[in-house]
């Protein structure tokens, strides 16, 4: 016995099946689209009220964003900042290290996990680590930061040539920063090297430390260098 298919049905069939399927993937991409928007708008509330350093607020609204898209490595990020803003270390921790699970080439995710985390918490070779993988993504841009805070990580292992070190590269590669110059100040201090503290003393003023920072560094000149050495530089 011969089988016999009908060709036009099966045509028609397989129209129908494209149709289906192309209906189909159609609603899922504009689903998709929706609930990423959705993020995006939770993401961009949570910015305003960050804004407002209304921290608690935007935590609210960047989890929200992650329930939406659990790989939103920006709102993990986002919200760790707000954590840390807190005084909430641990969970701030959670959230730097699920940005970049999300996003490993993510270089403020690295630079701030060291800095609120594990600087905040005393863990300063964990900071340098963080700092090294920070400077391996090559974002020259803001290398002089890693090596601001890198060189001052060291200093508090009391690394002092290696702190030295680091601070040397980042103001080469940025001398407008003063708060580099009030670093490699306290090294040079513990060196006994007070000439060169002073200096950068001074160099940190210029750059306007004070308006910036307060008046650590007023009081370090006031207590370790004269007014006749700051003539003297003048």
């Not at 609603?27 to 939770?42: D, G, M, P, R, S």
Request: aromatic share 16%; hydrophobic share 35%.
């Amino acid at each position: 016995m011969k089988l016999i298919i009908n060709t036009k049905i099966k045509k028609q069939s397989y129209k129908v099946l494209i149709k289906y399927f192309s209906v189909n993937v159609f609603i899922i991409l504009f689903l998709t689209a929706c609930v990423q928007k959705n993020a995006e708008n939770y993401f961009n509330n949570g910015n305003v009220k960050f804004t407002l350093k209304d921290y608690n607020g935007a935590i609210q609204d960047y989890s929200k964003a992650i329930e939406l898209k659990p790989d939103y490595s920006l709102a993990y990020y986002s919200r760790a900042i707000c954590r840390s803003m807190l005084g909430d270390y641990e969970n701030a921790k959670y959230d730097f290290n699920k940005a970049i699970e999300f996003k490993p080439d993510y270089f403020d995710a690295y630079m701030n996990r060291a800095f609120y985390i594990k600087e905040k918490t005393g863990d300063y070779a964990g900071a340098i680590e963080d700092y090294n993988k920070a400077i391996n993504l090559k974002q020259d841009d803001n290398d002089a930061f890693a090596y601001n805070n890198m060189g001052y990580a060291k200093f508090k292992l009391k690394d002092y040539n290696g702190a030295l070190e680091d601070i040397k590269k980042s103001i080469n590669l940025n001398n407008n920063n003063s708060y580099a110059f009030r670093n490699r100040a306290l090294i040079y201090f513990e060196l006994n090297n007070k000439d060169s503290a002073c200096m950068d003393i001074i160099k940190a003023l210029e750059l306007g430390f004070t308006e910036k920072y307060g008046k650590e560094v007023e009081d370090l000149f006031n207590k370790n260098c004269n007014t006749e050495f700051l003539q003297e530089d003048k």
